[in-house]
Nanobody, 126 residues
Framework: QVQLVESGGGLVQVGGSLRLSCAAS????????TAWFRQTPGKEREFVAT????????SYADTVKGRFTISRDAAKNTIYLQMNSVKPEDTAVYYC???????????????????WGQGTQVTVSS
């Protein structure tokens, strides 16, 4: 059974940095894709970034491109989201997600993902 556990959320000032972690377990092969999404009250879950586990290819939402970096550490089975130059609009609950895929393609819809973490709150203060 796949389990994803996020950590690293908290309060950060505008322009600051924060690194989120997602510890993954239970994947039975390396053919999967992981992603970060975020959600604010009353809004749909929004795609942030994704990485293909087997080759490290990445893709980002336009709203975070150039500020956020997604990466993975195979030895630790952990996915990271480095958030730099944060803005008030980055305030949200951030979720880690994964899905099995043998295709080298990106998935940006929350409906594409079968496994989710519990989320971690990020609050950007001005």
């Amino acid at each position: 059974q796949v389990q994803l556990v996020e950590s690293g959320g908290g309060l950060v000032q505008v322009g600051g940095s924060l690194r989120l972690s997602c510890a993954a377990s239970g994947h039975t092969s390396n053919n999967y894709v992981t992603a970060w999404f975020r959600q604010t009250p009353g809004k749909e879950r929004e795609f942030v970034a994704t990485v293909i586990w087997s080759n490290g290819w990445t893709s980002y939402a336009d709203t975070v491109k150039g500020r956020f970096t997604i990466s993975r550490d195979a030895a630790k089975n952990t996915i990271y989201l480095q958030m730099n130059s944060v803005k008030p609009e980055d305030t949200a609950v951030y979720y880690c997600a994964s899905k099995y895929s043998v295709l080298f393609r990106f998935y940006r819809g929350p409906q594409d993902y079968a496994h989710w973490g519990q989320g971690t709150q990020v609050t950007v203060s001005s």
